[in-house]
């Protein structure tokens, strides 16, 4: 697996896993299945594993930690704070208080039963939160030695600049696909990049739609998150599906699954983006490593762009975006 650097001096591969489905918004669960699948994709060189204290909530930093405690030192571990969930998985909001910070990390650390953690996002910003506050806070976990690198998830670029000036940031995680170009026009791509910031693209399959398995809500389990998703609701997915058939058309045409499209034209971006694909299942993951092997001509990368331009997907990626891009 090709390694890439994030931020300038924190190396990872170039595919990550994202693991909170084996956990949460997406049905059901199989311990067992996901730490075989956690274990394969080590296995395979895909060596950055990305949690969160609320996938669970609590429980997905359990597994995860319960995967790797006997080969931690071939992981490239990320959780993150800041979406402040109950036991019972019910909401408390989202929390950036300095307090907060010290206590989700210790207790991050508690649940993957880990020394330190190598990539500490800050989940969501807290409006109510100077962003200062906030990261001196995750600064101070830095020179306590329970976290190594820093990064930020939907930052909005002033946002992004404020918290970089106090302590530099690692990796920005939002949401970049072939269906979610929002980046490239709001300059949040242009900002991380002008900084020298590495690009974490979670759900680069559109939440599994880009893959060509979702055609409508019918057939996803009823705890999936996704029958309430804008994107998916009728008078929106049917202009999406006319998106998708236009590059399942030229997946089939490169020879190349839906999946391994959107993956390997996340990777064509530039050796600064490292999308995490997340699956439950062993064959979806040896699907996803082979898109790494996919290479596109430049005359094939500006076809794409002319079949999934910026703005082409209908509707917002959340039923409430006031989250997003703080």
């Given at each position: 697996?090709?390694?890439?650097?994030?931020?300038?001096?924190?190396?990872?591969?170039?595919?990550?896993?994202?693991?909170?489905?084996?956990?949460?918004?997406?049905?059901?669960?199989?311990?067992?299945?996901a730490i075989d699948t956690i274990h394969?994709?080590?296995?395979?060189?895909?060596?950055?594993?990305?949690?969160?204290?609320?996938?669970?909530?609590?429980?997905?930093?359990?597994?995860?930690?319960?995967?790797?405690?006997?080969?931690?030192?071939?992981?490239?571990?990320?959780?993150?704070?800041?979406?402040?969930?109950?036991?019972?998985?019910?909401?408390?909001?989202?929390?950036?208080?300095?307090?907060y910070v010290r206590a989700a990390c210790?207790?991050?650390?508690?649940?993957?039963?880990?020394?330190?953690?190598?990539?500490?996002?800050?989940?969501?910003?807290?409006?109510?939160?100077?962003?200062?506050?906030?990261?001196?806070?995750?600064?101070?976990?830095?020179?306590?030695?329970?976290?190594?690198?820093?990064?930020?998830?939907?930052?909005?670029?002033?946002?992004?600049?404020?918290?970089?000036?106090?302590?530099?940031?690692?990796?920005?995680?939002?949401?970049?696909?072939?269906?979610?170009?929002?980046?490239?026009?709001?300059?949040?791509?242009?900002?991380?990049?002008?900084?020298?910031?590495?690009?974490?693209?979670?759900?680069?399959?559109?939440?599994?739609?880009?893959?060509?398995?979702?055609?409508?809500?019918?057939?996803?389990?009823?705890?999936?998150?996704r029958r309430n998703s804008p994107r998916?609701?009728?008078?929106?997915?049917?202009?999406?599906?006319?998106?998708?058939?236009?590059?399942?058309?030229?997946?089939?045409?490169?020879?190349?699954?839906?999946?391994?499209?959107?993956?390997?034209?996340?990777?064509?971006?530039?050796?600064?983006?490292?999308?995490?694909?997340?699956?439950?299942?062993?064959?979806?993951?040896?699907?996803?490593?082979?898109?790494?092997?996919?290479?596109?001509?430049?005359?094939?990368?500006?076809?794409?762009?002319?079949?999934?331009?910026?703005?082409?997907?209908?509707?917002?990626?959340?039923?409430?975006?006031?989250?997003?891009?703080?």
């Amino acid at each position: 697996m090709e390694q890439r650097t994030l931020g300038g001096n924190l190396t990872v591969s170039a595919l990550g896993l994202g693991c909170m489905g084996m956990s949460d918004f997406y049905g059901g669960r199989d311990e067992q299945r996901a730490i075989d699948t956690i274990h394969r994709a080590i296995d395979l060189g895909v060596t950055f594993l990305d949690t969160a204290d609320m996938y669970g909530p609590f429980t997905n930093e359990q597994l995860v930690g319960k995967a790797i405690h006997d080969r931690r030192d071939r992981v490239v571990l990320a959780t993150k704070f800041g979406n402040e969930r109950r036991p019972d998985g019910s909401w408390v909001g989202i929390n950036g208080r300095p307090e907060y910070v010290r206590a989700a990390c210790d207790a991050s650390l508690q649940r993957l039963g880990v020394d330190v953690i190598d990539l500490y996002y800050q989940h969501r910003v807290d409006r109510t939160v100077p962003i200062e506050e906030t990261w001196g806070a995750m600064r101070e976990l830095v020179d306590a030695g329970k976290v190594r690198h820093l990064g930020i998830s939907e930052a909005a670029p002033a946002t992004i600049r404020r918290a970089h000036a106090v302590h530099p940031i690692t990796a920005l995680q939002t949401e970049w696909s072939l269906w979610t170009r929002d980046v490239e026009a709001n300059d949040v791509l242009a900002t991380v990049r002008e900084l020298g910031i590495g690009f974490v693209a979670y759900s680069p399959m559109g939440r599994g739609f880009l893959s060509g398995a979702i055609r409508s809500v019918e057939g996803l389990e009823p705890g999936d998150y996704r029958r309430n998703s804008p994107r998916f609701k009728d008078g929106n997915i049917e202009q999406n599906l006319e998106l998708l058939d236009r590059l399942e058309a030229f997946a089939s045409r490169k020879g190349i699954t839906p999946a391994q499209l959107a993956l390997a034209w996340l990777l064509a971006q530039g050796h600064d983006v490292v999308p995490i694909p997340g699956t439950k299942r062993i064959e979806r993951l040896e699907e996803n490593v082979a898109a790494a092997s996919v290479t596109f001509t430049p005359e094939e990368l500006a076809e794409l762009d002319g079949l999934a331009p910026v703005g082409a997907t209908a509707g917002d990626r959340y039923p409430d975006m006031s989250t997003v891009n703080a």
